[in-house]
């Protein structure tokens, strides 16, 4: 299985507020793990990837980071949120050394700044 | 930077109907893949072609990798009113993060 478990599915949240997105990943240890944002259902923006625990590359300098506690934990987090951070979060998962494979997606949460 | 650019932005089209969309680069990737990806639910992998030239066939899709590997095509026949939804392509090269297009939006009226 590699099922990816995100949560929460929808969140409502004022400007200013934190925030803390959670992404669960089962099946083979050790996968590539990343966080995109996709905008009025258009194109996915990379935001960060990690290739292992602790292990973080982020490709959009802005007010989220996220962390990698555990290998299949994959957390993104903001201390405190613009109304431009509204959109629809995915977490993706690729087996390791696979690199012509396909990418897993999460079901996303919905994120609207307010 | 890579970059993908998926034509058109949107279709729609009558039940019955042939269709075809593109994905273009200036840059060659190491494998192309397509997703579909419905209101509310992550995009779910379609298929994934690695050789120029290429071409698979899943039911009524068929799906074309270019000779360069810098260009796609996803063609549908007969498109029905589940084919509807947002259809991404993403190349890879090595180990590095897929890079996505844009979406073409493709909605199939009974």
């Known amino acids: 299985s590699q099922t990816i478990h995100q949560w929460p599915a929808t969140l409502v949240q004022p400007v200013g507020s934190p925030l803390s997105l959670e992404c669960t990943v089962e099946?083979?240890?050790?996968?590539?793990l990343y966080w995109y944002r996709q905008a009025a259902g258009r194109g996915l923006q990379l935001l960060f990837y990690s290739v292992g625990i602790g292990q973080i590359s982020s490709e959009v300098p802005q007010n989220l980071s996220a962390s990698r506690p555990q290998d299949r934990q994959f957390i993104l987090s903001s201390k405190k949120l613009l109304l431009s951070d509204s959109g629809f979060y995915l977490c993706a998962r690729r087996s390791q050394g696979v690199t012509t494979g396909g990418y897993t997606f999460g079901s996303g949460t919905r994120l609207t700044v307010v | 930077t890579q970059l993908l650019e998926q034509s058109p932005q949107f279709l729609s089209i009558q039940e019955g109907e042939n269709l075809t969309v593109y994905c273009n680069s200036s840059s060659v990737f190491s494998s192309l893949q397509w997703y579909r990806q419905e209101p509310g639910e992550g995009p779910v992998l379609l298929v994934t072609v690695v050789t120029g030239g290429e071409v698979k066939k899943l039911k009524r899709l068929t799906f074309q990798f270019g000779d360069a590997r810098k260009d796609s095509s996803l063609h549908i026949t007969a498109a029905q009113p589940g084919d509807t939804g947002l259809y991404l392509c993403?190349?890879?090269?090595?180990?590095?993060?897929?890079?996505f297009g844009k979406g073409t939006r493709l909605s199939v009226i009974a």
């Open positions: 993403a190349g890879g090269s090595g180990n590095t993060p897929l890079v």
């Open positions: 099946g083979t240890s050790n996968p590539n």
